[in-house]
């Protein structure tokens, strides 16, 4: 390849990779979608809180669940390996 040729394609791809990695800037709110951005940050906390909740209830109810059917074989849960090494 020619030296004009090898030049012209360094250029082009700087030129492009600079372009391509240009930020666009924020666009400025004004009140209105303040407000409304704040009321969908708002819903998405509260939906998230409910989310938490009714998993919590979940994980109680599967907990309960499994030390009903424990305490039915009269057998404790075996320990793991660490906690017995660690009361010895």
């Given at each position: 390849m020619k030296f004009g040729t090898l030049f012209a394609a360094a250029l082009v791809i700087a030129l492009g990779a600079g372009m391509a990695n240009a930020?666009?800037?924020?666009?400025?709110?004004?009140?209105?979608?303040?407000?409304?951005?704040?009321?969908?940050?708002?819903?998405?906390a509260d939906a998230a809180k409910k989310d938490a909740e009714l998993l919590a209830k979940s994980q109680d109810r599967v907990a309960e669940r499994y030390k009903k059917g424990q305490g039915k074989s009269a057998k404790a849960a075996p320990l793991a390996k660490a906690e017995k090494s660690a009361k010895k």
């Open positions: 930020k666009i800037p924020a666009p400025v709110m004004d009140d209105a979608a303040k407000v409304k951005a704040e009321e969908a940050k708002a819903k998405a």
